[in-house]
């Protein structure tokens, strides 16, 4: 039997990058996947994934209710979700001086407000049936500061104070919560945004030397996701090549 046989993990921001790695990462384990994105051919990307049984849904997470409509969708079509993954994110860069209210709010609601009523409305049904592991896709940008970063740094920063208090009022009640806080991954994007002198400049100040894969943040999440890691809960998992530590 796979390590995720039977259970069904929510993904947002499955459509493609990190999300969609660990949809892919899950769902060749054994997972259905209920994945949450705003393309509108999300159904046909999740079909794509190994296994059977996966549900695609659109939806725009910063809309009133729209996290409770997801949930209600996942419950009635697929059951009790056992795993929710919050990947869907934004990244708006400028000196903060100059930074725009709209790009400030856009990014607050989409990386944070949106990843709290995901993970209120998944982790009601979660109490309910005493079980549930929750992820919230952080960043290095949590713990350190960068350049040009302000809400965006602010907005990670704010996921993993939100998982620590989700993790201590929850944890008594089987639901564990964590965070994961990767360096540059080599998605499609972050290889088009980190591309050239500026890429190789950010590698160097990596001491492993490199970017992430996507399948390495898949694993950590997959670990996360999993029975073994059941006495596992508040931590912000760093995966920066020891970046953070220089």
Same mark, same amino acid.
């Given at each position: 039997?796979?390590?995720?046989?039977?259970?069904?993990?929510?993904?947002?921001?499955?459509?493609?990058?990190?999300?969609?790695?660990?949809?892919?990462?899950?769902?060749?384990?054994?997972? *259905?996947?209920? &994945?949450?994105?705003?393309?509108?051919?999300?159904?046909?990307? #999740?079909?794509?994934?190994?296994?059977?049984?996966?549900? &695609?849904?659109? +939806?725009?997470?910063?809309? =009133?209710?729209?996290?409770?409509?997801?949930?209600?969708?996942?419950?009635?079509?697929?059951?009790?979700?056992?795993?929710? *993954?919050?990947?869907?994110?934004?990244?708006?860069?400028?000196?903060?001086?100059?930074?725009?209210?709209?790009?400030?709010?856009?990014?607050?609601? *989409?990386?944070?407000?949106?990843?709290?009523? #995901?993970?209120?409305?998944?982790?009601?049904?979660?109490?309910?049936?005493?079980?549930?592991?929750?992820?919230? #896709?952080?960043?290095?940008?949590?713990?350190?500061?960068? =350049?040009?970063?302000?809400?965006?740094?602010?907005?990670?920063?704010?996921?993993?104070?939100?998982?620590?208090?989700?993790?201590?009022?929850?944890?008594?009640?089987?639901?564990?919560?964590?965070?994961?806080?990767?360096?540059?991954?080599?998605?499609?994007? &972050?290889?088009?945004?980190?591309?050239?002198?500026?890429?190789?400049?950010?590698? +160097?100040?990596?001491?492993?030397?490199?970017?992430?894969?996507?399948?390495?943040?898949?694993?950590?999440?997959?670990?996360?996701?999993? =029975?073994?890691?059941?006495?596992?809960?508040?931590?912000? #998992?760093?995966? =920066? &090549?020891?970046?953070?530590?220089?």
């Amino acid at each position: 039997m796979s390590k995720f046989e039977k259970k069904i993990a929510v993904i947002t921001g499955a459509a493609s990058g990190i999300g969609l790695a660990i949809a892919h990462y899950l769902a060749k384990r054994g997972a *259905v996947i209920a &994945g949450v994105d705003l393309v509108p051919n999300i159904a046909e990307i #999740m079909n794509q994934l190994p296994g059977s049984g996966h549900r &695609g849904i659109v +939806a725009n997470l910063v809309q =009133d209710g729209a996290a409770e409509t997801v949930v209600h969708e996942v419950e009635e079509k697929l059951g009790t979700p056992h795993i929710l *993954v919050n990947s869907a994110g934004v990244v708006f860069l400028a000196p903060a001086e100059e930074l725009t209210a709209e790009d400030w709010n856009k990014t607050i609601s *989409v990386n944070l407000t949106a990843s709290f009523f #995901m993970a209120q409305a998944v982790g009601r049904s979660m109490l309910k049936a005493g079980y549930g592991r929750i992820i919230n #896709m952080a960043s290095q940008a949590s713990v350190i500061g960068l =350049d040009q970063h302000v809400a965006y740094c602010a907005s990670k920063a704010g996921i993993v104070g939100m998982t620590h208090t989700l993790s201590l009022e929850w944890a008594a009640r089987g639901v564990t919560v964590n965070a994961v806080s990767p360096t540059v991954v080599e998605t499609p994007l &972050g290889k088009k945004a980190w591309a050239g002198e500026k890429g190789e400049k950010a590698r +160097a100040e990596i001491p492993v030397g490199r970017f992430a894969q996507p399948e390495e943040i898949a694993a950590m999440v997959g670990y996360l996701a999993s =029975d073994d890691a059941a006495m596992v809960t508040g931590t912000n #998992m760093v995966i =920066d &090549g020891g970046f953070t530590t220089v």
